[in-house]
């Protein structure tokens, strides 16, 4: 067929075309690419090391394991302080295929054995332990328990000279031969190793073992969990990976903390890193203080000091009533006052008892409840307060006036009186019998109740929970609330239950309860207590004694690793949960911090080692890797 003959109108338009081309084609070798921009000024490739503008490289191939293997073992290579690339490539191979290699080798093994055996020679323990492994290898990949692989790990580091490069190359050395993993300088072929481990997805120095699929699991790299956010603040350094603990707890299921510790081990310094922290980010922070600890912390961020004691002019009236929001809550404001009351009340008057035959005995018997409850709405509606919320703006009533109301009234009510009466006119008058005269108006406030009598500090905490509660209800913002040795709250039902109730509403009033106390046993040992562990998102578990370790390890689900080092952190270390994710945890805080919150002795220093100076991963303890703290930058650091 002959060839169509093109008329000069498609020629020239042909010709447009070609000189178009040639013209983009000129314009792109002057435009800047991507390539251009990320590309080393030059690169030199030696037969054991490679140059890549200024910088040195080196490629290692891992060629050796052991017998067996354990989940975690690449995590001490991964979290250290070096600059490096790794690469993993794993390649699947046809089940039938190993079959039948296997096959051939126990075959091959059992046939040697039987020569070895005629000859007299002795027993090789080696072969026994080899056939063993493959017959086991077998059954499980017949049935379909094991696949097997084919596994090639490359490591290329690194460093701003030679000297320094080796020094790298015998770090990761090491790491590897203390858990009898071994690794070589891919020598003469740096070039296929380091374009084996930048990101192009080449295999081009195809090193590879046999693994199957229990074997290749354990090089997972990633088996610590990671507590760094966006925003929020600083609680410490997480031992597994060296990274840095950030968080918001606002952002969590609820805001509410659990702290667990013996005493020196440094709860109180965690949780005052925690409030001034907090208060940078608008967070205000109530701090219920029984043993003068925070007075120091609060003078040096311009906070309330609110010292309770029989002979202070600090008064709080557990009768206010809160000013509240939320119309619906408004409607029931004087009833849930009332039931905090009754429980209020039931603890002055003694709280439940233990009676001799081991049964708990109830403050009050259902007639004085009753009284009682009369005697309380008789007390609001003297002062012009009833359920109506346009009453409860009236001054509310005191102590002192449900003394004499039921004083004057019939059945057990003279009786619930004179068991009121040392709040009233006796040893504990005025304190909780008068008007509120206190201001928390401020970005920190400290309620010191130690100066009170230990027959009242449960009472003092009770009706200084109940105003914060009061309060927070009134003005939603962001708030922190701290309750020190809680425990004492958890010896008392009434209390107890309130703590219960505040910490499982505190969440719509954005308000964050963290609960402290070295007494675990008897925290633990409370139904309350262990609802208000259910009921915080984030637990701190520091150093702990023998019988707490066992106590938190059937609550918290520890593993065996776990309990050990329970027992035995040093000051500021510990186990830290928030959410699903636990890590262990390094407390730090800067010289300045150090200043503002320690109270005892002076704060321990916490020296970085070097990384070959550090502890192996745990080859016994499967997931739960060893702590390795020597990944961070060198530096002194103040820790409790």
Do not use: C
């Not at 088996?223 to 350094?237: E, H, M, P, V």
């Not at 701090?287 to 029989?310: F, M, T, W």
């Not at 050990?564 to 830290?576: D, E």
């Not at 997931?623 to 530096?635: I, T």
């Amino acid at each position: 067929m002959a060839k169509k003959k093109l008329d000069p109108i498609d020629i020239a338009a042909q010709q447009r075309a070609r000189e178009q081309a040639e013209v983009e084609q000129a314009f792109l070798k002057g435009v800047t690419t991507l390539r251009d921009l990320i590309a080393p000024s030059s690169i030199e490739i030696h037969s054991s090391h490679f140059r890549l503008g200024t910088k040195y490289g080196r490629t290692l191939y891992v060629y050796g394991y052991p017998r067996q293997i354990y989940t975690g073992w690449l995590s001490s290579i991964i979290n250290i302080d070096e600059v490096l690339d790794i690469s993993m490539f794993v390649y699947p191979v046809e089940t039938q295929v190993v079959l039948n290699n296997l096959r051939k080798k126990v075959t091959q093994l059992e046939a040697s054995m039987a020569i070895n055996s005629e000859k007299g020679r002795t027993r090789d323990p080696g072969t026994e332990v080899a056939i063993q492994d493959a017959e086991e290898l077998r059954d499980q990949l017949q049935v379909g328990a094991e696949r097997f692989f084919r596994y090639g790990l490359y490591i290329t580091i690194y460093a701003d000279s030679l000297d320094e490069l080796n020094f790298v190359q015998h770090k990761i050395e090491t790491i590897f031969g203390q858990q009898l993993v071994f690794s070589k300088v891919a020598s003469s072929q740096q070039e296929q190793g380091l374009n084996s481990t930048i990101p192009q997805m080449t295999d081009q120095l195809q090193i590879r073992r046999n693994m199957n699929t229990g074997a290749i699991s354990t090089s997972f790299p990633f088996t610590s969990a990671d507590l760094t956010d966006n925003k929020g603040i600083l609680y410490g350094i997480n031992m597994h990976n060296n990274g840095l603990v950030i968080f918001d707890r606002f952002t969590l299921e609820n805001a509410n903390m659990v702290v667990f510790a013996k005493s020196g081990a440094g709860k109180s310094f965690t949780v005052k890193l925690e409030a001034i922290r907090s208060m940078m980010t608008g967070v205000d922070v109530l701090i219920i203080d029984p043993e003068n600890e925070y007075q120091k912390l609060a003078d040096a961020v311009g906070g309330s000091y609110i010292r309770l004691s029989l002979n202070s002019d600090t008064r709080i009236n557990p009768f206010d009533l809160p000013r509240v929001i939320d119309t619906e809550e408004a409607d029931d404001a004087l009833r849930a006052n009332l039931v905090t009351l009754h429980g209020l009340l039931r603890q002055m008057l003694g709280g439940s008892q233990l009676a001799a035959n081991g049964q708990m005995m109830a403050a009050l018997t259902p007639a004085e409840e009753a009284d009682l409850d009369q005697g309380l709405i008789d007390t609001y509606a003297r002062a012009g307060i009833t359920s109506d919320p346009l009453t409860h703006n009236s001054t509310p009533p005191t102590i002192s006036d449900l003394y004499d109301t039921l004083l004057h009234m019939g059945g057990t009510g003279p009786q619930l009186a004179q068991r009121l009466r040392k709040y009233t006119s006796g040893t504990f008058a005025g304190i909780f019998s008068q008007q509120s005269n206190i201001d928390i108006n401020n970005n920190m406030v400290v309620f010191n109740i130690r100066d009170l009598e230990d027959e009242l500090r449960p009472v003092a905490m009770y009706i200084v929970l109940s105003h914060i509660w009061n309060i927070t209800r009134s003005e939603q913002r962001k708030r922190m609330l701290i309750v020190d040795e809680a425990w004492q709250l958890m010896k008392y039902d009434d209390s107890a239950n309130f703590l219960f109730s505040l910490a499982k509403r505190a969440r719509k009033y954005q308000l964050g309860l963290t609960t402290i106390t070295q007494d675990v046993e008897d925290f633990m040992g409370s139904k309350m207590g262990r609802a208000i562990v259910a009921n915080s998102s984030m637990q701190l578990l520091l150093k702990q004694s023998s019988s707490a370790v066992d106590v938190l390890s059937d609550v918290f689900k520890l593993t065996e690793e776990e309990r050990k080092r329970l027992a035995n952190f040093p000051v500021g270390q510990g186990l830290f949960f928030a959410g699903q994710n636990h890590v262990h945890i390094q407390i730090v805080g800067s010289q300045t911090e150090q200043g503002l919150v320690t109270t005892g002795a002076p704060a321990q220093t916490y020296q970085q080692a070097p990384p070959e100076q550090q502890p192996p991963v745990d080859p016994t303890q499967g997931s739960q890797p060893m702590v390795n703290p020597g990944y961070m930058n060198p530096g002194e650091y103040s820790v409790r």
